[in-house]
């Protein structure tokens, strides 16, 4: 069973904090993803990596970054915490290429930023 | 560029009822289209896609290229359907990986 697993499930942090959102999966998945989930909005994609070392923007990567140092692990960080980046973050893996992939998703990281 | 539509937020439907999810898409090139749910306290997780024409839970959708949608379905509808749909496409393509998400419907059963 494909497990993508977010350590931290709810934090409360400062505005101007430094952030680090950690995910981990075990399926040797190629491609890992970074999404922030907000009501009315849907799913939006921050940043996503097909290989270590390597990232791509999504479509809000604006005061967020990534790292990618080895293939199983994937980090979300936000530089300088702001409220506007409260919300829902989930980090998800898929094998590369072949049409119909399953993008698996982990539980979730409920960020508060006060 | 890629846009999913879902125009309802909110829907619900009696239990027994037929139910249908309702999701458009703009894309210029050949799409990959999905249903993901999120039950409560759950993880997001795939429901369905178009390549496998598969039926999941009593759940079908049906691409069609000339309406641009692809619409969820569901004869008779139970309370444990009750949840969060979000429909998806992924470009078909060479380094085509990412998902883009529709802005997701939240539908009720009522018993």
């Known amino acids: 069973d494909v497990k993508v697993t977010q350590s931290s499930r709810y934090l409360v942090k400062r505005t101007g904090e430094k952030v680090f959102l950690e995910c981990v999966q075990d399926?040797?998945?190629?491609?890992m993803f970074w999404y922030r989930q907000d009501p009315g909005l849907g799913l939006r994609l921050i940043y996503f990596s097909y290989d270590v070392k390597m990232k791509e923007k999504g479509d809000i990567p604006e005061g967020y970054s990534v790292s990618r140092e080895k293939k199983e692990r994937f980090s979300l960080i936000l530089e300088s915490a702001s409220t506007n980046q409260t919300s829902m973050y989930l980090c998800?893996?898929?094998?590369?290429?072949?049409?119909?992939?399953?993008?698996?998703f982990g539980e979730g990281s409920w960020l508060t930023v006060v | 560029a890629q846009r999913v539509t879902q125009p309802e937020k909110l829907l619900s439907v009696f239990k027994g009822a037929p139910v249908e999810l309702k999701c458009n898409y703009s894309y210029s090139g050949s799409p990959e289209l999905f249903w993901y749910v999120q039950y409560s306290r759950q993880r997001l997780q795939l429901l369905l896609r178009?390549?496998s024409r598969e039926s999941i839970k009593g759940f079908t959708a049906d691409l069609n290229k000339g309406e641009t949608s692809f619409h969820l379905k569901k004869p008779f509808a139970q309370e444990e359907d009750s949840a969060m749909y979000y429909c998806a496409l992924r470009p078909l393509g060479a380094g085509a990986n990412n998902l883009f998400f529709g802005t997701g419907t939240r539908l009720t059963v009522i018993p």
């Open positions: 178009h390549i």
């Open positions: 998800a893996s898929s094998f590369q290429g072949a049409p119909g992939n399953t993008i698996y």
């Open positions: 399926m040797d998945h190629e491609n």
